[in-house]
T-cell receptor
Framework: NAGVMQNPRHLVRRRGQEARLRCSPMKGHSHVYWYRQLPEEGLKFMVYLQKENIIDESGMPKERFSAEFPKEGPSILRIQQVVRGDSAAYFC?????????????FGPGTRLTVL | GEDVEQSLFLSVREGDSSVINCTYTDSSSTYLYWYKQEPGAGLQLLTYIFSNMDMKQDQRLTVLLNKKDKHLSLRIADTQTGDSAIYFCAEEPSGGYNKLIFGAGTRLAVHP
């Protein structure tokens, strides 16, 4: 059973470009979470999705950021018109539908660098 | 509000015990977690404790929870160089759709 997969592992964008980060949850997991880790800081919750639904986006910036988890395919975190402050590691985590506790399994992350 | 605090650095000698401390603010948190992050890698779940427990042991790891003081600790016995990493404490507030609130992480350095 493969773990949570994220790609790309490293992404370089110039200011104003778009960044698309992909996350494939573990097999059988239908809950996906995105977190952002700024340098030397802990992870900050961004958004929680189930298939075709955004459940909690309280950590998402109001502009330029969006997330989706379609019925088929990976979850996508999209950042439009990137700025230098978006440079960070973005982690995706998944958890199983029936888990009584929020045990989350993390992917290796995508490290975004904005030039 | 929700906030998790940890000391930033800990240095120990190989073979000694390490104790990493964490304080959290949400008394309704149902589960508390310890994650390990090695350089350039994602987070690995080490252990967790349910809020109605005060201690959990798992091989070299011992978690202590003081709910009254909202204090959580992770003890690593017989610390090895492979334990060098950043350790994150995280709480899972109740009613929060399982989102995790992380501390800034404690960087553990193990020296010979």
């Amino acid at each position: 059973n493969a773990g949570v997969m994220q790609n790309p592992r490293h992404l370089v964008r110039r200011r104003g470009q778009e960044a698309r980060l992909r996350c494939s949850p573990m097999k059988g997991h239908s809950h996906v979470y995105w977190y952002r880790q700024l340098p030397e800081e802990g992870l900050k919750f961004m958004v929680y999705l189930q298939k075709e639904n955004i459940i909690d986006e309280s950590g998402m910036p109001k502009e330029r950021f969006s997330a989706e988890f379609p019925k088929e395919g990976p979850s996508i975190l999209r950042i439009q018109q990137v700025v230098r402050g978006d440079s960070a590691a973005y982690f995706c985590a998944s958890s199983p539908l029936t888990s009584g506790k929020g045990e989350q399994f993390f992917g290796p992350g995508t490290r975004l660098t904005v030039l | 509000g929700e906030d998790v605090e940890q000391s930033l650095f800990l240095s120990v000698r190989e073979g000694d015990s390490s104790v990493i401390n964490c304080t959290y603010t949400d008394s309704s948190s149902t589960y508390l977690y310890w994650y390990k992050q090695e350089p350039g890698a994602g987070l690995q779940l080490l252990t967790y404790i349910f809020s109605n427990m005060d201690m959990k042991q798992d091989q070299r790891l011992t978690v202590l929870l003081n709910k009254k003081d909202k204090h959580l600790s992770l003890r690593i016995a017989d610390t090895q160089t492979g334990d060098s990493a950043i350790y994150f404490c995280a709480e899972e507030p109740s009613g929060g759709y399982n989102k995790l609130i992380f501390g800034a992480g404690t960087r553990l350095a193990v020296h010979p």
